[in-house]
T-cell receptor
Framework: GAVVSQHPSRVICKSGTSVKIECRSL??????MFWYRQFPKQSLMLMATSNEGSKATYEQGVEKDKFLINHASLTLSTLTVTSAHPEDSSFYIC??????????FGPGTRLTVT | GIQVEQSPPDLILQEGANSTLRCNFS?????LQWFHQNPWGQLINLFYIPSGTKQNGRLSATTVATERYSLLYISSSQTTDSGVYFC??????????FGPGTRLSVLP
């Protein structure tokens, strides 16, 4: 149990366009999901915490108007990168919290903005 | 917020060797987890271990919460153990913070 999926796994988009990434908990309900970003050979950095039915909480330095998060149900959270630029190219990973505090991670989405 | 450090940053082992990875954290923890990130980027949960000792096959972990550290033991290492090992922790109500990772290479 505790499987988290992400879609798409890879996406290439042109500068100025928007990209939506989906994160689903497949076999459990998650009231809280998290979005992380990872640059090459670096650790994961938390971008935002997504709570079902309420507004996301963004970490300092993360633009909420650029990274739109919607947690529409107990099994789905989406991250939309709006007006993407090359510096937004990164590996985006979501996680979902099951009972207690343990987090389970999706396989990640590699975004390349040209 | 909590700070998480890991050592060593890089580790090269011959297949069959044993190793110990360390995670130090700056405050009391509500959650501490160990992960293995494979070459494709997938984070695999190894242990949820805010305190105590757990074992799973060739891997085991110990967290001494009062001394603010956790250890991950890998015995009889295999080439498939290669990748980056992260520990991450949070302190009641604060964000889940990842350490910088230990990059492990197991040579055949």
């Amino acid at each position: 149990g505790a499987v988290v999926s992400q879609h798409p796994s890879r996406v290439i988009c042109k500068s100025g366009t928007s990209v939506k990434i989906e994160c689903r908990s497949l076999d459990f309900q998650a009231t809280t999901m998290f979005w992380y970003r990872q640059f090459p050979k670096q650790s994961l950095m938390l971008m935002a915490t997504s709570n079902e039915g309420s507004k996301a909480t963004y970490e300092q330095g993360v633009e909420k108007d650029k990274f739109l998060i919607n947690h529409a149900s107990l099994t789905l959270s989406t991250l939309t990168v709006t007006s993407a630029h090359p510096e937004d190219s990164s590996f985006y990973i979501c996680s979902a919290m099951r009972w207690g505090n343990e987090q389970y991670f999706g396989p990640g989405t590699r975004l390349t903005v040209t | 917020g909590i700070q998480v450090e890991q050592s060593p940053p890089d580790l090269i082992l011959q297949e069959g060797a044993n190793s110990t990875l360390r995670c130090n954290f700056s405050d009391s923890v509500n959650n501490l987890q160990w992960f293995h990130q494979n070459p494709w980027g997938q984070l695999i949960n190894l242990f949820y271990i805010p305190s105590g000792t757990k074992q799973n096959g060739r891997l085991s972990a110990t967290t001494v919460a009062t001394e603010r550290y956790s250890l991950l033991y890998i015995s009889s290492s295999q080439t498939t153990d290669s990748g980056v090992y992260f520990c991450a922790a949070d302190n009641y109500g604060q964000n889940f913070v990842f350490g910088p990772g230990t990059r492990l290479s197991v040579l055949p």
